[in-house]
């Protein structure tokens, strides 16, 4: 009877701990996903990362690069048991939990910046843990025009370029909406327009919406 009872606690501690590991109930989009979180359904935004819209209810906002990103995070995620890992501030103003999201030992957040899915997202605050990490993985992608980065045949990448004035034959593009506008549109020369196109096939192939006013 001891012995049967050494056998069985040998083989309990040989099998894997996923005590501290959650399954993916649901891919939202690129950067938001649900997880059975102690017992009941959180939504995780993860830290450092901004997606392309794919699910916003306003659907001008929403791109062909947001749906890919949305698609590739389905093929990473789905079904899947992640960690989770926090920092000091523990949920968003929408009640969501931020967190790294931990898959198969990889750092996910880190992998959508490193493939071209995400910048270094940095308006609420710089890593604390993985900042370096995040610089290094932002500047390989730009280098490598991965997806939000890809180079369009004007020259400009899919995403953030550096600021110039818009000439009269481009289109311009607003780098947080996500429009384009053609010349002679009212908000052509937006404070965020700063990415030109030299064609509107260009546009549309970095990602970008038609603005609704101008109809380019």
Avoid at 104 to 129: A, C, F, I, M, Q
Avoid at 174 to 183: E, G
Wanted: aromatic share 10%; hydrophobic share 35%.
């Amino acid at each position: 009877m001891k012995k049967a009872l050494i056998v069985l606690i040998m083989l309990f501690l040989a099998l894997p701990c996923f005590a501290d590991q959650h399954k993916v109930l649901k891919v939202v989009d690129g950067d938001t996903i649900d997880v059975l979180y102690m017992g009941a359904k959180e939504r995780i935004r993860l830290l450092n990362v901004d997606t392309p819209e794919s699910v916003h209810p306003d659907q001008s906002k929403n791109t062909p690069m947001g749906e890919k990103a949305s698609a590739y995070t389905k093929n990473r995620l789905n079904n899947k048991l992640v960690e989770l890992e926090f920092e000091s501030k523990l949920r968003d103003r929408y009640g969501r939990l931020l967190a790294y999201v931990i898959v198969d030992g990889v750092n996910y957040n880190l992998e959508l910046v490193r493939n071209g899915w995400s910048p270094y997202h940095t308006k609420y605050g710089t890593s604390k843990k993985y900042h370096a990490h995040f610089m290094s993985a932002e500047k390989k992608a730009k280098a490598q025009g991965l997806n939000i980065w890809a180079v369009d045949g004007s020259g400009s990448t899919g995403f953030h370029t550096i600021a110039k004035p818009p000439a009269a034959k481009d289109y311009s593009g607003n780098v947080k909406s996500l429009k384009f506008h053609k010349s002679g549109c009212k908000y052509y020369n937006c404070s965020k327009c700063t990415v030109t196109f030299k064609n509107r096939r260009a546009a549309v192939h970095a990602g970008y919406v038609p603005c609704g006013v101008c109809k380019p």
